[in-house]
């Protein structure tokens, strides 16, 4: 299956599916040297597996990772790290009846079109359960940006309609709350909201904010790898993404150059921005200040209201879904929008070693 690798130097494979014997991912460009166990791994994990609130799928699994290869007494030995999580909540039979129909709002009937067969067994490799795979190589990639003081954290902005208030900002109460918001209140008024969708057998989209701190200026191309481009296909790679934004995003076409443009000013011997409109990339190209993004979660396609589709035979049919279901993705979510711009981020660095002389004499002279 072609489109399961990611990134040109740090490059991740991703492998499995949700009701296989396992699921996991090849990360290969790490360096050598880095400090790295399972635990490092395991608390990014542990931040999307289910069954962790009312608001996520009561698929039962532990998550636990294995490194099989790429370390060796605690340090990446440079060659590539393969990781693994086995499934051990499978119920497959609540799937058994989707293989004879397309449900609605989910990859069924694509999967069933570009492949002629399909693992309808929660979705296959199309199921969320794949981002395991992203969220192991994201641990490690967040590891080595720590190394260099760069920073990548991610949060929920809003569930529906209900948004957080930065004057209440608390990146604890985020890592505390089953909303993922940073914002106590807010995520009081979204837990009601969700409950009123449960009671509706319906479920909820919302949108995750991610900030990258300590970036230095001049990461990125200025064409084809522009960092603004690569980081939208991590972040639109993810199952659910429908949308995606650097900085102001959409806003920007509304706004005048007069209002939008940032200007900048001397802070010592460091050139800084007096405003971040541009989201902390200008030209493709990193500019030192913090780079904002946002991604766009479509509602959890699988709700157990009745619901129009179609057999594969052809015929008009009503359907109600069984299984385990997250009424939202958004807080499980929270972790893999972090884990794949982390690994963008550092693919573009390692790539940004080679673009001057300077550089190059400062490692081998």
Known sequence: MAGSSFGNIFRITTWGESHGAAIGVVVDGCPAGLELDEQDIQKFLDRRKPGSSRF?????????????????????????????????SQRSSDYSDIASYYRPGHADYTFDQKYGFRDYRGGGRSSGRETIGRVAAGAVASKLLSELGITVTAYTQAIGDIEISMQHFDLEEARANPTGMPDKEASARAESYLKKCMENLDSAGGVIACKVTNLPAGIGEPVFEKLDANLAKAIMSIGAVKAFEIGDGAKAALANGSSNNDSFRMEGTRVIKTTNHAGGILGGISDGSEIMLKAYFKPTPSIFQEQETVSKDGENISVQIKGRHDPIIV???VVVVESMTAVTILDMLLQNMC??????KKVYL
């Open 331 to 333: 807080p499980r979510a």
């Open 56 to 88: 996520t799928t009561q698929r039962k699994e532990a998550d636990c990772v294995e490194i099989l290869s790429g370390v060796f007494e605690g340090k990446t030995t440079g060659t590539p790290i393969s990781m693994l999580v086995r499934n051990t």
């Open 355 to 360: 673009t001057r002389m300077d550089h190059i």
